[in-house]
């Protein structure tokens, strides 16, 4: 079946399959992978021992492509703080992180104590999805570094 357009030019026909091609090949029709990221951290780089002090982290889905990004599945995030010296972990934290839709964001909110007896300095490793459970296709950018000095 051949549709026509009754006194339309023959241009009007190209630009009309061009149209749905467009159409065909846009975002309405699909979404891209999501993509996990760690969007905001915020913690102390010196501590004394014996005083709480909060570390603060934000994660958003955003789209790996041109379209908005599907919905992740939920999973966990975890905070680890590791003694550069001894090599002991002082902290193991995990929350639950929630299924995201495009462009959504989650914020954590890790409170520690560490007693003088431990005193020192601490790799800080906050991972988003260190099980790849969510469904994020690119993992490079899921883990945070920094260093902590407890006096």
Do not use: H, W
Request: aromatic share 10%.
């Amino acid at each position: 079946m051949t549709v026509k357009f009754p006194g339309r030019p023959k241009m009007f026909y190209s630009s009309f399959f061009l149209f749905l091609l467009m159409i065909s090949s846009c975002c309405i029709f699909k979404t891209d992978p999501p993509d996990l990221r760690i969007t905001g951290q915020n913690y102390p780089s010196t501590v004394n021992a014996n005083q709480r002090f909060d570390l603060f982290y934000t994660v958003g889905n955003f789209s790996s492509g041109d379209c908005d990004a599907d919905n992740t599945t939920q999973s966990i995030v975890n905070l680890k703080m590791i003694n550069q010296v001894t090599g002991a972990v002082q902290v193991n934290n995990s929350q639950t992180l929630n299924s995201l839709s495009n462009n959504s964001t989650q914020s954590f909110t890790f409170s520690v104590i560490i007693g003088p007896e431990n005193a020192g300095t601490y790799n800080v490793i906050f991972t988003v999805d260190p099980n790849n459970t969510s469904g994020s296709v690119n993992t490079n950018n899921n883990t945070n570094t920094g260093v902590i000095v407890v006096n």
